[in-house]
């Protein structure tokens, strides 16, 4: 995170300007500089260097240049693969990017659904395409005898596989979410509901 949106910064700036209204109020004499610039500094260090606030931030930054990555990654794809891939990788996207608001309560609760979908963007999909991309076109859609399928059915495989993975985690997050919810809905019964009459 950029020092200067630091809550740590922030802090101290806010001291300082303080400082600086006792000065013009005649309250700090002839040593104002140095007890301004000493409020700065103590606001600096006694600010812890990453607050909940500045986790927080870098997570939602994080999950936007996830995002960004993924988008730039997929449109970078098109005119350089077959349809039935670029449809796939598509396909996969979209699965990401309804995942993707959740991967802050995912990495928060330690799952490790998180890392998966972290590795997915920034690892497992380039990587699939990394060696294909390196082969001439021509190439791509022949069979070959040493890998038994072509490389054009091989990367379709592999799609699939992070799919299916994708789909899996996907599911993990709505079963989470809805025994949240089912936990929720007890705890409401149980402090507001009324006790069932006495015939």
Known sequence: MNYLTSTR??????????????????????????????????????????????????????????????????????????????????????????ILPRLGTLEAQGDPNAFTVRQVITDYLPGTFKNYLSMPP???????????????????????LLSSTLERVGADTVKGDADALQANGRFLKEKFGKPDLEL
């Open 138 to 160: 021509a190439l791509r859609s022949q069979a070959s005898a040493r890998l038994g399928k072509s490389p054009d059915a091989l990367v379709a495989e592999q799609l699939d």
């Open 9 to 98: 910064h922030l802090v101290g700036v806010g001291l300082a300007l303080l400082g600086l209204v006792a000065h013009f109020l005649g309250w700090l004499g002839a040593w104002w500089l140095l007890i301004v610039i000493g409020l700065y500094v103590a606001g600096v260090l006694l600010t812890p260097a990453r607050t909940r606030i500045d986790l927080q931030l870098a997570q939602e930054s994080s999950i936007d240049e996830l995002t960004a990555e993924l988008g730039r990654f997929v449109r970078g794809l098109k005119g350089k693969v077959p349809p039935e891939l670029l449809t796939r990788t598509q396909g996969i996207a979209t699965q990401l990017q309804a």
